[in-house]
């Protein structure tokens, strides 16, 4: 088995390849060859799950190849428990991608072949164990968004894909600056660009000099780390990228940026800057608590002020992976766990908004719940799409935290972490919650309920295609928010490992 993470690794390669050898002409060949990569990737990454073991921290499948020697640069893969769910998940979004792309026909042959060129990018950000391939991942991530939103956008496109370019590419220098300081900080020896050696709190005592002053070096490249992902999450004030991206961006990158992109960031301080920096972690860590709360709230006013209904999906994913910032700073088993989880049915029930955006964009072609102009965009839907309705009520009570779906497991444990370290924090962020509820019962109310607008009256319920790629979400939010054990039991032993070693500074 340990060649599986090469498979899923490579797999998306072999059918960008495929793709392209394709004639363009033959465009439903090209989508079912992008169909078939993506769903042999979901079967082997069900397969990693159904063969790995709960019971160890350890890394699990290594790949380890010499790349570079000269540099000890490896090709060094490998998955614990956190790395176990972004995984499925990134399979499984991807898979729904392909079939909800299926009526794009702009430079289709390029779409299909820069999406699973995006999905290999992801999934080997979150398999490197080395730090120069972890950078080469996250950087050469950048090239397919970049244009994926550029070209398949709406109006204000390129203004989007060149905002989102240049954040994520200013807090990578920072990165990267990060990385060399590890390099040169552990003598270029044959670790020095292992992810894994460089854990445990080896620089606590180290100095660097700056302008001839000595400072300590694990403050320092944690907030240089910090920096890096703060922006990828995004934690405020680094958002502002966020909304022109998913408002411009076709709906299967909107799936892909709020799915999966964004849980790099916040995978990034679990796997990176928290083991690697654990005192500069546990000292700073109420203002991340802080930083975390501010999205929270401030994502959820944003939220509320939107007419465009997909730019108030994206400000929500402000607020709801604020709550993932909480759950990290608390530094106990209950908030890192519900982190994580808060990481998985963030990415689904944020897909479910998605994808349903999407699919009525397609039939109205425009976003608006009230229009710039007064009038009414949406109105009475509930009569004339009860299949769309009843999908969407399942997608909002979940991104909501409503008891018996996903999301209000997670929030409950991330609560249940941060309440003992941060109660006043607790308390302010509850009011994130309900600002969520009445944010997203407002748009509900405004876009099903009422008098039905005459433009809805031609409107087409979902299709058979539609309802199929929705259906496993569904299945997600509904049985992980009954029964989380399968994704609490993955996680339990590398969260455990993690707030073990913070709990020694």
Same mark, same amino acid.
């Given at each position: 088995?340990?060649?599986?993470? =090469?498979?899923?690794?490579?797999?998306?390669?072999?059918?960008?390849?495929?793709?392209?050898?394709?004639?363009?002409?033959?465009?439903?060949?090209?989508?079912?060859?992008?169909?078939? *990569?993506?769903?042999?990737?979901?079967?082997?990454?069900?397969?990693?799950?159904?063969?790995?073991?709960?019971?160890?921290?350890?890394?699990?499948?290594?790949?380890?190849?010499?790349?570079?020697?000269?540099?000890?640069?490896?090709?060094?893969?490998?998955?614990?428990?956190?790395?176990?769910?972004m995984t499925f998940l990134n399979a499984l979004l991807f898979f729904i991608c392909t079939l909800s792309s299926w009526t794009v026909e702009k430079n289709l042959k390029?779409?299909?072949?820069?999406?699973?060129?995006?999905?290999?990018?992801v999934f080997g950000v979150f398999f490197s164990l080395d730090f120069f391939l972890f950078y080469v991942y996250w950087e050469v991530m950048l090239i397919p968004m970049?244009?994926?939103?550029?070209?398949?956008?709406?109006? =204000?496109?390129?203004?989007?894909?060149?905002?989102?370019?240049?954040?994520?590419?200013?807090?990578?220098?920072?990165?990267?600056?990060?990385?060399?300081?590890?390099?040169?900080?552990?003598?270029?020896?044959? #670790?020095?660009?292992?992810?894994?050696?460089?854990?445990?709190?080896?620089?606590?005592?180290?100095?660097?000099?700056?302008?001839?002053?000595?400072?300590?070096?694990?403050?320092?490249?944690?907030?240089?780390?910090?920096?890096?992902?703060?922006?990828?999450?995004?934690?405020?004030?680094?958002?502002?990228?966020?909304?022109?991206?998913?408002?411009?961006?076709?709906?299967?990158? *909107?799936?892909? !940026?709020?799915?999966?992109?964004?849980?790099?960031?916040?995978?990034?301080?679990?796997?990176?800057?928290?083991?690697?920096?654990?005192?500069a972690a546990v000292e700073y860590s109420t203002l991340i608590a802080v930083l975390g709360l501010i999205s929270v709230i401030y994502g959820a006013f944003c939220a509320?002020?939107?007419?465009?209904?997909?730019?108030?999906?994206?400000?929500?994913?402000?607020?709801?992976?604020?709550?993932?910032?909480?759950?990290?700073? $608390?530094?106990?088993?209950?908030?890192?766990?519900?982190?994580?989880?808060?990481?998985?049915?963030?990415?689904?029930?944020?897909?479910?908004?998605?994808?349903?955006?999407?699919?009525?964009?397609?039939?109205?072609?425009?976003?608006?719940?009230?229009?710039?102009?007064?009038?009414?965009?949406?109105?009475? !839907?509930?009569?004339?799409?009860?299949?769309?309705?009843?999908?969407?009520?399942?997608?909002?009570?979940?991104?909501?935290?409503?008891?018996?779906?996903?999301?209000?497991?997670?929030?409950?444990?991330?609560?249940?972490?941060?309440?003992?370290?941060?109660?006043?924090?607790?308390?302010?962020?509850?009011?994130?919650?309900? !600002?969520?509820? $009445?944010?997203?019962?407002?748009?509900?109310?405004?876009?099903?309920?009422?008098?039905?607008?005459?433009?809805?009256?031609?409107?087409? #319920?979902?299709?058979?295609?539609?309802?199929?790629?929705?259906?496993?979400?569904?299945?997600?939010?509904?049985?992980?928010?009954?029964?989380? *054990?399968?994704?609490?039991?993955?996680?339990?032993?590398?969260?455990?490992?993690?707030?073990?070693?913070?709990?020694?500074?």
């Open positions: 088995m340990n060649g599986i993470l =090469n498979w899923i690794l490579w797999m998306p390669i072999i059918g960008m390849v495929a793709v392209l050898l394709v004639p363009k002409a033959k465009e439903n060949v090209i989508r079912f060859v992008t169909l078939a *990569s993506t769903t042999i990737t979901l079967i082997l990454s069900i397969v990693l799950y159904m063969n790995f073991d709960n019971s160890t921290a350890d890394m699990q499948f290594v790949v380890k190849i010499p790349w570079i020697e000269s540099f000890h640069i490896n090709y060094y893969l490998g998955l614990d428990g956190i790395t176990m769910l390029a779409y299909f072949a820069l999406l699973l060129m995006l999905q290999s990018t970049f244009f994926l939103i550029g070209i398949w956008g709406g109006e =204000n496109r390129e203004y989007a894909a060149v905002k989102f370019f240049l954040y994520t590419f200013f807090g990578s220098i920072f990165m990267l600056v990060g990385i060399v300081a590890l390099y040169y900080a552990t003598g270029k020896g044959p #670790d020095s660009f292992s992810i894994l050696a460089h854990q445990g709190g080896k620089f606590v005592n180290e100095t660097v000099s700056i302008f001839g002053n000595e400072i300590s070096f694990e403050k320092l490249f944690f907030w240089f780390m910090f920096l890096g992902f703060a922006i990828k999450v995004p934690v405020f004030p680094f958002h502002t990228w966020l909304p022109h991206a998913h408002v411009q961006a076709p709906t299967a990158v *909107s799936v892909i !940026l709020a799915g999966v992109l964004l849980k790099m960031g916040t995978y990034g301080f679990l796997r990176i800057a928290f083991p690697i920096f654990p005192a509320m002020a939107q007419d465009d209904v997909k730019k108030l999906i994206a400000y929500s994913s402000v607020s709801h992976m604020g709550f993932v910032m909480l759950g990290i700073s $608390a530094m106990t088993t209950q908030g890192v766990s519900g982190a994580v989880l808060q990481m998985f049915n963030h990415g689904t029930s944020t897909a479910m908004m998605f994808l349903l955006i999407g699919i009525i964009y397609e039939r109205s072609h425009h976003r608006w719940i009230v229009k710039p102009d007064g009038s009414l965009g949406y109105g009475g !839907l509930s009569t004339k799409l009860p299949k769309f309705t009843t999908v969407f009520i399942i997608g909002m009570f979940a991104s909501m935290g409503l008891p018996g779906l996903s999301g209000f497991i997670s929030e409950a444990l991330i609560f249940l972490g941060i309440y003992q370290r941060f109660t006043t924090i607790t308390v302010i962020a509850v009011v994130g919650l309900l !600002l969520g509820a $009445a944010y997203l019962l407002w748009m509900f109310k405004r876009m099903f309920f009422g008098p039905v607008n005459p433009e809805c009256e031609e409107y087409e #319920d979902m299709n058979a295609r539609e309802i199929f790629y929705m259906i496993p979400l569904c299945i997600c939010v509904i049985v992980f928010g009954i029964f989380p *054990s399968p994704l609490l039991n993955v996680m339990k032993a590398s969260v455990g490992q993690l707030v073990d070693l913070l709990a020694k500074f």
